[in-house]
């Protein structure tokens, strides 16, 4: 079996589960608007808008994983779309952490979704085989 469909193989499950969340997401965002315009930065023109768009991405990215045609492309899409979309989960951190009554608890669901956007950046493209750090084979030479 060749490295790259050996690769391919071992990253499926990955993208499987990658499609299902931004697929799950995608339904949500289309479904349920609400909870996303609380969180839309101020700056962002058309919100409702926008939170369509986003949810048609997802979707259309969850959908590019499973072909082999399309992975690559869906992969670099949904990496960009973690990138686009950190400053309404920053405004989402500030608010809850920043609320009156905020307590304890927000502490230990916004630090950590806030650290953990870069591995929903890094994940797709690794999933799809554009990316293999930090898992690279230990005989293989840069």
């Known amino acids: 079996m060749s ?18 969340f931004y697929a799950a997401a995608g ?15 101020g700056f962002v023109p058309k919100p ?6 986003t949810g048609i991405c997802e979707l259309l990215g969850a959908i590019g994983l499973w072909f082999r045609a399309t992975v690559r492309s869906a992969a670099v899409g949904l990496a960009l779309y973690a ?6 989960n920053i405004k989402h951190a500030v608010d809850g952490l920043t609320a009156i009554d905020a307590g304890i608890w927000p ?11 870069p591995v929903l950046v890094w994940l797709p493209l690794y999933a799809a085989g554009i990316l293999r750090w930090p898992f690279r084979d230990r005989n293989q030479t840069v």
């Open 83 to 88: 990138v686009c979309v950190y400053p309404a």
């Open 107 to 117: 502490w230990f669901y916004h630090v950590p979704r806030l650290a953990l956007q």
């Open 48 to 53: 409702d808008m926008v939170i369509a768009i």
């Open 27 to 41: 339904i949500l965002h289309l479904a349920w608007p609400s909870p996303f315009l609380t969180i839309m930065p």
């Open 3 to 20: 490295e790259a469909r050996d690769r391919s193989n071992r990253h499926w499950g990955l993208r499987v589960g990658l499609s299902l």
